[in-house]
């Protein structure tokens, strides 16, 4: 009641309401995965982690349309903007209809690569992939024209929906099976949609963009680019592992990188205001550099205090969230949240300069993520050397994105 009090009386503005909805998110996914871990233990977890890094995966290529959605919503206007948003909806659900058939056709496959129970789980979440697409077009629009409320409506009906079904279906069902897991996600995809702009989708429309065709293709493709640099690095440490290792070390890791990820998810709330926010300043001739050395000293701080915690109190941590049975991991614990940080500080200059449309950074971290899957390829020894090996990448990563900024600051 306080915070609806807030609000109304405008002391709360759309910033800082989304700002507040995206950790409730955050903090409802982390319950979600939590409750998972210590419902289905470390070897029936790594089946589960798989279907969530296969859900992060799907967020990461479905964020090329949010964010070539949100750039052009600032961009566009009138007739050129419904165009264009007509078009996105016809593209982003052919392009999720191709990966879903995928999915769903190579399940048996994806089975055998990453050793889980079930090829039906892949089925299930094959079927969905087409509606997330539309649902980050619809997110896309929202973010673009500043609509935080809307957009926060639609990650928490998301998140919600995906936390209450999937474990009504164990309590319920008593079944533990990750096709369960399966049917969860793809029902939260359904309520992702609320609310959706029905209105703006024209299938049979003729669609004239005329000489923004080139922009928009040229942004489409280095930002798919980069968001494929963001699922290796974000991601392919859990698949590796998940495929080198046993499922029990393979479910153990995944504990570790859930907690340890959580200053990338925090950083990820800062990026949604940053694009906007940096295409609308250099739209109007304003400087640009402190948005970004503003956020930048965000989630410096909050990446210091998250490895400080994880550095004082590993084994406390792990047996709070998941059980003492997640216990080994405690050591790894602050090192992974080192690789995590760098990672999170290094894509806010990245995404800075995609909303510039200076491109130079996203090759940087498709190169350097390159580099972090080929040093966990050959080293993989111990999942002590798994994390070594993205510490060294990231670390890299962050200190070349720094001296590219310097650089371009300074010509600037």
Same mark, same amino acid.
């Given at each position: 009641?306080?915070?609806?009090?807030?609000?109304?009386?405008?002391?709360?503005?759309?910033?800082? *309401?989304?700002?507040?909805?995206?950790?409730?998110?955050?903090?409802?996914?982390?319950?979600?995965?939590?409750?998972?871990?210590?419902?289905?233990?470390?070897?029936?977890?790594?089946?589960?982690?798989?279907?969530?890094?296969?859900?992060?995966?799907?967020?990461?290529?479905?964020?090329?349309?949010?964010?070539?959605?949100?750039?052009?919503?600032?961009?566009?206007?009138?007739? %050129?903007?419904?165009?264009?948003?007509?078009?996105?909806?016809?593209?982003?659900?052919? %392009?999720?209809?191709?990966?879903?058939?995928?999915?769903?056709?190579?399940?048996?496959?994806?089975?055998?690569?990453?050793?889980?129970?079930?090829?039906?789980?892949?089925?299930?979440?094959?079927?969905?992939?087409?509606?997330?697409?539309?649902?980050?077009?619809?997110?896309?629009?929202?973010?673009?024209?500043?609509?935080?409320?809307?957009?926060? %409506?639609?990650?928490?009906?998301?998140?919600?929906?995906?936390?209450?079904?999937?474990?009504?279906?164990?309590?319920?069902?008593?079944?533990?099976?990750?096709?369960?897991?399966?049917?969860?996600?793809?029902?939260?995809?359904?309520?992702?949609?609320?609310?959706?702009?029905?209105?703006?989708?024209?299938?049979?429309?003729?669609?004239?963009?005329?000489?923004?065709?080139?922009?928009?293709?040229?942004?489409?493709?280095?930002?798919?680019?980069?968001?494929?640099?963001?699922?290796?690095?974000?991601?392919?440490?859990?698949?590796?592992?998940?495929?080198?290792?046993?499922?029990?070390?393979?479910?153990?890791?995944?504990? *570790?990188?859930?907690?340890?990820?959580?200053?990338?998810?925090?950083?990820?709330?800062?990026?949604?205001?940053?694009?906007?926010?940096?295409?609308?300043?250099?739209?109007?001739?304003?400087?640009?550099?402190?948005?970004?050395?503003?956020?930048?000293?965000?989630?410096?701080?909050?990446?210091?205090?998250?490895?400080? %915690?994880?550095?004082?109190?590993?084994?406390?941590?792990?047996?709070?969230?998941?059980?003492?049975?997640?216990?080994?991991?405690?050591?790894?614990?602050?090192?992974?949240?080192?690789?995590?940080?760098?990672?999170?500080?290094?894509?806010?200059?990245?995404?800075?300069?995609?909303?510039?449309?200076?491109?130079?950074?996203?090759?940087?971290?498709?190169?350097?993520?390159?580099?972090?899957?080929?040093?966990?390829?050959?080293?993989?020894?111990?999942?002590?050397?798994?994390?070594?090996?993205?510490?060294?990448?990231?670390?890299?990563?962050?200190?070349?994105?720094?001296?590219?900024?310097?650089?371009?600051?300074?010509?600037?």
């Amino acid at each position: 009641m306080q915070l609806v009090t807030l609000i109304k009386s405008k002391k709360i503005n759309p910033e800082q *309401l989304f700002m507040l909805s995206v950790l409730a998110v955050n903090g409802g996914n982390y319950l979600y995965n939590l409750l998972l871990g210590r419902l289905l233990g470390p070897t029936a977890f790594a089946d589960a982690a798989v279907l969530i890094t296969f859900l992060l995966v799907l967020s990461f290529a479905a964020m090329t349309f949010q964010l070539v959605t949100a750039k052009f919503s600032v961009l566009f206007e009138n007739s %050129v903007f419904k165009s264009f948003i007509s078009k996105v909806y016809q593209q982003a659900f052919l %392009v999720g209809l191709l990966f879903g058939i995928a999915i769903i056709v190579f399940a048996s496959s994806l089975q055998d690569i990453f050793n889980t129970s079930s090829s039906t789980m892949f089925v299930v979440f094959g079927c969905g992939v087409p509606i997330y697409f539309l649902m980050s077009v619809n997110r896309g629009v929202f973010q673009g024209k500043k609509s935080f409320k809307s957009l926060s %409506v639609t990650y928490q009906t998301e998140m919600w929906s995906r936390l209450l079904i999937t474990l009504g279906l164990i309590f319920i069902l008593d079944i533990t099976s990750p096709v369960i897991i399966a049917v969860g996600i793809f029902a939260s995809f359904l309520f992702g949609l609320i609310p959706f702009k029905y209105f703006t989708i024209s299938l049979k429309k003729q669609v004239v963009l005329g000489i923004h065709k080139k922009a928009i293709r040229s942004f489409f493709l280095i930002t798919a680019f980069y968001e494929l640099t963001q699922i290796i690095i974000n991601n392919s440490d859990i698949l590796l592992v998940k495929h080198y290792f046993e499922s029990y070390e393979a479910g153990l890791y995944a504990s *570790l990188a859930l907690i340890g990820r959580i200053v990338y998810f925090i950083a990820w709330m800062f990026v949604m205001l940053l694009l906007p926010t940096v295409v609308q300043l250099k739209k109007d001739g304003k400087d640009t550099a402190p948005v970004l050395f503003k956020y930048v000293g965000y989630i410096a701080a909050i990446s210091f205090t998250i490895v400080l %915690v994880c550095f004082s109190a590993p084994e406390l941590i792990i047996d709070i969230l998941f059980g003492e049975q997640y216990i080994a991991m405690a050591p790894l614990l602050w090192q992974y949240a080192i690789a995590t940080s760098m990672f999170a500080i290094s894509n806010i200059f990245a995404y800075y300069y995609l909303s510039l449309d200076k491109y130079v950074p996203v090759v940087i971290s498709g190169v350097f993520g390159m580099l972090q899957m080929a040093l966990v390829v050959f080293f993989h020894d111990s999942l002590a050397q798994v994390v070594h090996m993205q510490i060294i990448a990231m670390v890299l990563l962050l200190i070349i994105q720094v001296v590219f900024f310097k650089i371009n600051h300074k010509k600037a």
